[in-house]
């Protein structure tokens, strides 16, 4: 059947022709890349296998020259430790030469030059041997890991970990041949003596205070000058609105030069003044004065009592008893309390003269003196009376009163009895006409005194109590006066204060800050209500000891400097063994650690010269010198004849130094003044020095066995890798690789399909032109 619209034979041609073409296509492609995949489409599985294949191919092929640089790296650090195995060699048979007793120092000082030099060529190599950038021989490379592998964690570490070849390193730092055997340690602290430590510090000489035993506000460091008083050293505060006082000794005072800061430590261990709460009782032994305070001296015995709220003395002389007003002075801890007589004796009540006696309690209801024949007057041990008489007081009492040395006195009366006697009586007998005697019965009153002791005024038996105690005190400000010298009420504000050793002052400011202290007595007394004490303090001195607050402040106090030897703040003067003197030599090298430049010192050694201070096991501190190109290390002794002639001094201004002159200028300096003495000592180090030798040349053995291990480990990788990435190229080769013979013949036979498609196709399109024919 022929139609026009589709022309189906057209459409199967040009479906068929176009399949020979995409196979011609896929022939011609693997055939100019020769691959047999050239994109997943051609193989998905093959593609993927054969990629991985090439990642393990290229990755052992790069494996194998990251294996090379090993070798190399390896074979560096291997050659420089020949080197330094070389050296050391040679450092040993100098050494066993230089321990020859048959040579003198100057000869061992030759050999220890030429042993410095090989160890400086160790130092030099042990730093500078690198590999593309990479320290090998100084320890800080650490473990080299090498990517030996296609894969992760396929690596081979080579071991430059610390501590490498340095000399230091191999245990030969100071290594010295002659000499005494000993060791040092570097030192870089001294202690010396520290001026100027700032007390109020400003901000570039920093001070830490600590106050031990000491509380209050606005703390402060005193010194009071010898003619204001006895302390010396104290420290200031407030409590409140009130001064108060500690009695300290020098501080202790330290600065650090490290840090610029100060430490000051003050410590009191009591007051020096106590605000007087309470006069407490004790018991005393009085000391009697007159009124004007002198002691008395008349013999007479003397009690102090207390009456009606007031002190009396009880005076007792010849048996006759006064009594005077009295008031208290004493001092606190005192054994004696000082009793003051006022005045004249207390007058007693008025006695008026009686002949008759109601309600005696020791003799009845009543006796008329008048009603007995005889009235005897009897003192208490039973003498009678001279000039007795009976009295009586105005309160009521009764009295014998009689004269004692010219004066009235009155004995209180105490028994009252009666007696009877006869008398012979002469009369007239009107009988007898004659004088004549008889005997005639009579009745006599004895009056006894109660006791041996009379009274020349008042009579205060049972009224007064004797005093043992002074009286408990707590002194009210509108108690207390106080005189000053002149003995005139202080004008200024006052306290009553006492000293650590109970001694009472009086306590004036002056001024604001300014507080003057008298010693001083205390007097009690009792006001005449028997309650109320007045308290009198009086100074017993006219030059106080004075406490002025500003006048006396400690600005800045010395002590103990603990020194860093820094460049950055210590200057350091160094005169050699010439006697030729250095000025500021201190420096610091790069590994932080100081050093003085001496570089013009003329020595046998050369005019090269590096010092420093080190410690010996005792503990002495030694001039380490490094002499000359050949750095032989000599010591000298930093002081001698026992320790006199220093020759290490340090002194440090925590304000400051200038051009060499203490100053004020804030910036905290220390200066260190060194003399080299002309006692050379040589130290032996170590003190085995041919083990020593042995072990670091074994530890060099030990790094080169290593390396050679390494080597040949590395060898054996590059061999493997090689092996191996044949045998992955073969299998990546049958994955990907194009088969010409198959892929010609493929093409071959596209080609001949595609041009009989290409013929058939356009046979096929003349189709529609053969039904023209039926048309015609």
């Given amino acids: 059947m022929a139609t026009i619209n589709t022309n189906l034979l057209s459409l199967s041609g040009q479906s068929n022709l176009g399949r020979a073409q995409s196979s011609l296509a896929t022939a011609m492609e693997r055939l100019s890349s020769g691959l047999r995949v050239n994109s997943a489409k051609d193989d998905a599985a093959g593609q993927a296998i054969g990629n991985r294949l090439t990642s393990q191919v290229t990755g052992r092929a790069m494996a194998q020259r990251n294996a090379n640089d090993g070798v190399s790296m390896a074979q560096t650090a291997h050659g420089a430790l020949d080197q330094i195995n070389e050296k050391l060699q040679r450092i040993r048979e100098l050494t066993v030469q230089g321990l020859n007793g ?26 500078t041997v690198d590999y593309n950038g990479i320290p090998l021989l100084s320890g800080q490379a650490g473990t080299v890991n090498l990517q030996v592998g296609a894969n992760d964690r396929e690596t081979l570490g080579i071991d430059l970990n610390p501590p490498g070849f340095s000399v230091e390193s191999l245990g030969l730092k100071d290594f010295t041949i002659a000499g005494i055997e000993g060791e040092v340690t570097p030192r870089n602290t001294l202690l010396g003596p520290a001026h100027h430590i700032h007390l109020y510090a400003e901000t570039n000489a920093q001070t830490t205070i600590s106050y031990n035993g000491i509380t209050g506000t606005s703390r402060a460091f005193m010194e009071q000058p010898a003619a204001e008083g006895p302390y010396g050293w104290y420290v200031s505060a407030m409590l409140g609105d009130d001064p108060v006082f500690y009695d300290t000794g020098y501080p202790v005072a330290t600065h650090d030069t490290a840090t610029d800061t ?7 261990t009591e007051r020096i003044y106590e605000t007087v709460d309470t006069i407490p009782s004790q018991t005393v032994t009085p000391s009697f004065t007159d009124q004007y305070g002198d002691p008395f001296t008349d013999g007479a015995s003397r009690q102090l009592q207390q009456h009606d709220g007031s002190y009396v003395i009880r005076e007792t002389r010849s048996g006759v008893v006064r009594y005077y007003e009295a008031d208290l002075s004493f001092v606190a801890g005192a054994s004696n309390m000082q009793v003051r007589q006022l005045g004249a004796e207390l007058a007693g009540p008025v006695y008026s003269p009686t002949r008759e006696i109601v309600d005696h309690p020791n003799g009845g209801d009543y006796y008329d003196l008048d009603g007995f024949d005889d009235v005897s007057f009897l003192r208490s041990n039973g003498t009678p009376l001279t000039e007795g008489s009976l009295v009586q007081s105005s309160d009521g009492g009764y009295y014998l009163q009689t004269e004692v040395d010219g004066g009235t006195v009155h004995y209180r009366l105490g028994g009252v009895s009666t007696e009877s006697y006869s008398e012979s009586e002469s009369y007239w007998d009107e009988d007898l006409e004659e004088w004549t005697t008889r005997l005639v019965d009579k009745e ?13 005024g008042l009579d205060l038996t049972g009224q007064a109590t004797p005093v043992g105690y002074t009286p408990t005190v707590e002194p009210q400000p509108e108690d ?10 202080f004008s200024e504000p006052t306290r009553l204060m006492q000293r650590s050793d109970g ?8 001024e604001e800050g300014v507080y003057h202290y008298f010693d001083a007595e205390v007097s009690v007394g009792l006001e005449s209500n028997g309650d109320t004490h007045s308290i009198w303090a009086v100074t017993t001195n006219s030059n106080p000891t004075i406490f002025d607050i500003e006048a006396h402040r400690v600005q800045t106090v010395h002590g103990t400097s603990v020194v860093t030897i820094d460049p950055r703040n210590v200057t350091v003067n160094y005169t050699d063994g010439n006697e030729e003197t250095f000025s500021d030599v201190l420096r610091q090298g790069e590994d932080g650690n100081y050093y003085f ?7 046998t050694y050369g005019s090269f010269k590096l010092a420093s201070l080190v410690d010996t096991e005792d503990n002495e501190i030694l001039i380490k010198t490094v002499n000359g190109s050949n750095e032989v290390i000599i010591y000298h002794p930093s002081n001698l004849t026992n320790g006199l002639n220093l020759r290490v001094s340090v002194e440090t201004d925590a304000n400051g130094y200038d051009n060499g002159e203490m100053v004020s200028d804030g910036v905290p300096h220390t200066i260190i003044n060194i003399t080299e003495s002309t006692q050379e000592i040589r130290l032996k180090t170590p003190p085995d020095p041919l083990a020593t030798l042995d072990r670091a040349i074994a530890f060099v053995d030990s790094k080169r066995s290593h390396l050679g291990a390494m080597e040949n480990r590395l060898e054996s990788v590059i061999e493997s890798h090689q092996t191996t990435n044949i045998s992955l190229s073969a299998a990546r080769s049958r994955i990907l690789d194009a088969d010409y013979a198959v892929e010609v013949a493929n093409m071959t036979k596209a080609q001949i399909l595609q041009q009989a498609g290409t013929s058939m196709l356009a046979q096929a399109n003349q189709v529609p032109q053969n039904v023209l024919t039926l048309l015609g």
């Fill in 444 to 456: 006599r009153l004895i009056l006894r005194a109660e006791s041996a002791e009379a009274f020349a």
């Fill in 102 to 127: 048959s040579l003198t120092l100057r000869d061992t000082d030759t050999i220890q030059a030429e042993i410095n030099s090989n160890l400086r060529e160790i130092d030099r190599l042990a730093g």
């Fill in 597 to 603: 430049n001496l570089p013009n010192s003329q020595s």
């Fill in 480 to 489: 207390l006066r106080f005189l000053n010298p002149e003995g005139e009420l």
């Fill in 503 to 510: 001694q009472y002052v009086i306590e004036s400011k002056i």
């Fill in 262 to 268: 100060s430490a000051v430590s003050i410590t009191s």
